[in-house]
């Protein structure tokens, strides 16, 4: 005798496969509109199918076809998954969701390589909400920012403040990058350092404050032969063997290929961190943003420091 069915065993993921493949009509584009792998979308149909005990879905070399059963169940996941976003989007509203910004302050870096797969998923989660983003180019001004409350978030360098509440986001190494006439070196010495002409950021830049303690830490005076402001046009003097750069790293992607990458010789990096007033009453929105950045980042954070 073949055991019940226990529809609340169930998982939304397999619904949204299903629709996603009667949608597409095969395997592979499916897993391309829901951003998945083809295998976890062979997975959630197989698994789905194995709970129900029945074939929802025909294979062949043309593509994936319903069986009429297979289209009876789709057409309920459609409406399963329209009552979720209908739950969604009531609570949405009762939180306040419904409208709002949020307020970033931030460096280039983390606004070019932290903040974009952020927002894509807050924008595609709270489409009627609104991020914006000024960019500093040092810390101070971004927690000046933030105090003020011209800011709702700031991306700064820990430990910072104690009015701040304020977690690790990502730490951030700093490396030499040499032009292409040079050897390929794993580290870089500190003759090398010292003799080389480096092309640097101003004084006042919060990268520059830290390497010239770095120098100074190591008993070292720095001299940069070149200053300049954007981090892109100091990659570029590089690349025309102008000199060599001390930069984080994430703020020198993408390095060109022909330009040498090698480590300091003692290890020197920046911890980045989120900040908020401690106890501010934020916004909504604000939590919103922060919590998805926590997702999302809890995954990502360790492919950069890799």
Not at 116 to 128: C, D, N, Q
Not at 131 to 140: A, G, L, Q, R
């Amino acid at each position: 005798m073949m055991g019940e069915i226990n529809p609340y065993r169930i998982k939304t993921s397999q619904l949204r496969a299903l629709v996603a493949i009667a949608d597409t009509g095969t395997f592979s584009d499916a897993a391309l509109h829901l951003d998945l792998s083809q295998s976890a979308i062979s997975h959630a149909i197989a698994t789905l199918e194995e709970a129900l005990g029945v074939m929802l879905i025909s294979r062949s070399r043309q593509g994936a076809t319903l069986t009429p059963l297979g289209a009876q169940v789709t057409r309920e996941a459609r409406r399963v998954l329209h009552s979720l976003d209908t739950v969604g989007r009531l609570a949405q509203q009762a939180r306040g969701l419904h409208q709002g910004q949020v307020r970033i302050a931030g460096f280039r870096s983390v606004a070019t390589h932290v903040l974009p797969e952020v927002i894509l998923k807050f924008r595609h989660t709270y489409p009627e909400l609104t991020v914006t983003i000024n960019e500093w180019p040092h810390y101070h001004q971004i927690e000046a920012e933030v105090r003020h409350g011209r800011a709702d978030i700031g991306f700064t360098y820990l430990p910072t403040s104690p009015e701040f509440e304020a977690w690790e986001l990502l730490r951030d190494r700093y490396v030499a990058i040499l032009p292409p006439y040079f050897e390929p070196t794993a580290t870089v010495s500190w003759q090398t350092l010292t003799q080389t002409p480096l092309i640097l950021a101003p004084n006042g830049d919060c990268c520059r404050d830290l390497i010239q303690r770095y120098f100074a830490e190591a008993g070292y005076a720095l001299t940069p032969a070149y200053e300049v402001k954007e981090d892109s046009t100091i990659i570029s003097l590089v690349q025309q063997g102008l000199g060599m750069t001390i930069m984080a790293q994430l703020a020198a992607e993408p390095i060109p290929r022909e330009l040498q990458v090698a480590e300091l010789p003692t290890q020197m990096e920046r911890v980045i961190g989120v900040i908020q007033m401690t106890d501010a009453l934020l916004p909504p929105p604000v939590f919103a943003f922060m919590d998805l950045l926590r997702q999302v980042w809890s995954t990502s954070e360790l492919a950069l420091q890799g």
